[in-house]
């Protein structure tokens, strides 16, 4: 077997393996995806949210995490502040409260739930939406389509950067703005074709610092290692990170710990920061927008070795070429 038939059956049997476990990441999450310890909130007692989260555990154990809260304005409130995804009013007049910027998913689960409930009651339990979806995007598939395009701004703007700009001090001031220009102009066709509709300024800002995020770790990767940084980059914050980001679904639909560790990834906080801002004017994205500055912070940290093969120099070679040649 000649050397090209040797590599050709590596890359062959390679891809065999890698191609398999991708799909597996992309597709285990989704396939798999039911809520688990999904904070809900009931009006009403202690008494009656236990009994609420009895009735719900029958049907799907271990689904939901019930709060007690003493009135409709209680649970507004919550669901408004994204501390639960919404709940019912239980009662004469039963409301079921929902939050559709929050998660569609959950949103229309919660429905269905109210509709059954307050029908065993021989009532029709009014729907609030505390969050509504944009006309333009009802079900939340456009909002959802966001989070491949915040990877390949931030993962272009950190290879490119650190390929040309080359200098660490130009690298560090391009990366901000660059990524607060991209934001600007990506949230703007956002808003033109009403995927997002709440304030410029939170989702210009939530979408920079999604780019920030991805763009300083790749530009300190490459900057460290090459082009090979690159390829790094993706594997981590695309095909880990995409999957577990939470977009679609909500992190408490994804199976085990997944959830959890797609909010300390990139995409995932990013999603949470945008939802926070296009829907809640800003609630709830704290940690999200903790989580993206420990990613720039680390890119940051990856830009201060000084590189063997391009060291920093304030001097442009070229321009001076003609005061080194001979005479």
Known sequence: MSATTRKLAGVIVGLAIVIPLILLLFISPASKGTPHDLPIGVVGPQTVADQVARTLDQREPGAFDVWAFDSVDALTDAASNRDVYGGFVVGPE??????????????TTLTQIGAGMSAQAGANAAVVDVAPPTDGD????????????????????????ALVGRRRRVIAAVLPIGALAVAATAIGVATAVGVVAGSFVLEWIALAAGILAIAAPVAGVVALVGTPGIGIAALLFMLVGMPLAGISAPPEFLPWIWGDLGQ??????????????????????????LVLAVWVAIGYLLLLPKRATAPETDVDLDEHAEVLAPV
């Open 94 to 107: 039963p409301q079921t409260v929902i939050a559709t910027g929050a998660s569609p998913a959950v949103a």
């Open 138 to 161: 009802p079900r939340g598939a456009g909002f959802g389509s966001m989070v491949m395009p915040v990877f390949m701004a931030g993962a272009a703007l950190g290879a490119a950067s």
């Open 264 to 289: 300390l990834l990139p995409l995932g906080a990013t999603g949470t920061a945008i939802r926070g801002a296009a829907f809640f004017d800003g609630a709830g994205s704290l940690a999200a927008y």
